[in-house]
């Protein structure tokens, strides 16, 4: 890629790099294969469409890669066993075509600027994507587990040399039908193979899974708003230089939220709009804590004729379907047999 403008860097960092759920799971499953210590990584080569401001990653396959552990810099990537792995995947799938390539850092390595432009032998730009397997302390727990650069050399306003760098660009997990029908077997058998779950704690359990999403999105945040403050206070002690890009998409944000402290009128109304939403989700959960308990109720009540009529003898049952083919109640056969009985004992004691 030829040497950019921080205006034409600005403008590749607005591509949007989609990925499919079966890249990822492609991802794990190499991950896991391979016994790593725990600065390796492993290394793949990504599959897809190239459609200017959207790249489509639909596929991928694992490829041989060795690093030294005291020197980054010095890998070992066979290159011919890409080219054998496209020609076989051509067969399958022309549309399909070597974009980029992937690893799972989880961070970048003074390394991938060499890879990527090895890389620029099966496409003119490579998209290099790092997807963290980590299952604990990783991406994954507060976000997309994925991140996505472009290697550019950027051209500084100021007249100084070029420098190589990478640009990040914005990721998404997308999936098409029969990807959604898989993964959602997938989750279905997952949850199957541990207990099942009755029917009574299916509320709950919906109720924590959203409550679960919640608290994932809030620690995602929090980590977000951590990252800006860490950044702004190195720029403020000079420790990194100033990046107007940044500032910009920041600026932005803070101008987006609604100034609640100066205008007194709009802080009450937007109070007493969420009060009311509460109020809303509080009367909707009261309901459906009502409703559940009738059921309960219902249920239990059901579960005891059950019973009373499954401890009946046949001849009760016999009384009981002549009385109702007669047209007499069965608790007043069974009232009239009680009386008879008491006279009965009376006579008998006379």
């Known amino acids: 890629m030829p040497g950019l403008t921080t205006a034409q860097v600005t403008e590749l960092s607005a591509v949007n790099v989609v990925i499919h759920p079966l890249v990822l ?3 794990v499953d190499h991950a896991a294969r391979v016994p790593l210590s725990k600065n390796k990584r492993v290394l793949g080569v990504l599959l897809g469409q190239d459609n200017g401001n959207t790249i489509n990653v639909a596929n991928s396959f694992a490829i041989p890669f060795e690093e030294d552990d005291k020197d980054p810099k010095t890998f070992f990537l066979d290159l011919d066993y890409v080219e054998e792995m496209w020609r076989m995947f051509r067969k399958v799938n022309a549309k399909e075509r070597p974009i980029g390539f992937y690893h799972t850092g989880p961070r970048l390595r003074s390394s991938d600027l060499e890879i990527t432009q090895l890389f620029k032998r099966f496409c003119s ?4 994507v790092i997807v963290d397997t980590r299952a604990t302390g990783g991406r994954g727990d507060t976000g997309i587990p994925t991140d996505a650069y472009f290697a550019v050399e950027e051209i500084k306003d100021d007249g100084t040399a070029t420098q190589r760098t990478f640009t990040h660009v914005s990721t998404s997990i997308e999936a098409e ?5 898989g993964v959602e077997h997938l989750l279905r058998d997952i949850s199957s193979s541990s207990s099942a779950p009755s029917s009574s704690l299916l509320t709950t359990q919906s109720l924590s899974t959203k409550v679960t999403s919640q608290l994932q999105s809030l620690k995602g945040l929090n980590s977000r708003l951590l990252d800006i403050k860490d950044y702004l206070t190195a720029v403020k002690n000079k420790k990194l230089p100033v990046n107007h890009q940044v500032i910009y998409q920041l ?8 100034q609640l402290s100066d205008d007194q009128q709009l802080g009450k109304a937007f109070k007493i709009g969420q009060n009311d939403s509460n109020l809303v989700v509080y009367l909707s959960a009261m309901i459906r804590t009502v409703l559940a308990l009738h059921d309960l109720i219902e249920n239990r009540i059901e579960n005891a004729q059950q019973e009373l009529e499954d401890s009946k003898s046949p001849q009760d049952r016999a009384n009981e379907a002549a009385a109702q083919a007669a047209g007499v109640k ?21």
């Open 177 to 181: 039908e029969a990807e959604e029908i």
């Open 251 to 258: 600026q932005e944000i803070i101008g987006l939220l609604p």
């Open 25 to 27: 799971l492609s991802v």
């Open 125 to 128: 730009r490579p998209v290099m």
């Open 330 to 350: 069965a608790e007043d056969v069974a009232r009239a047999k009680k009386e008879a009985e008491e006279e009965k004992e009376k006579e008998k004691k006379k």
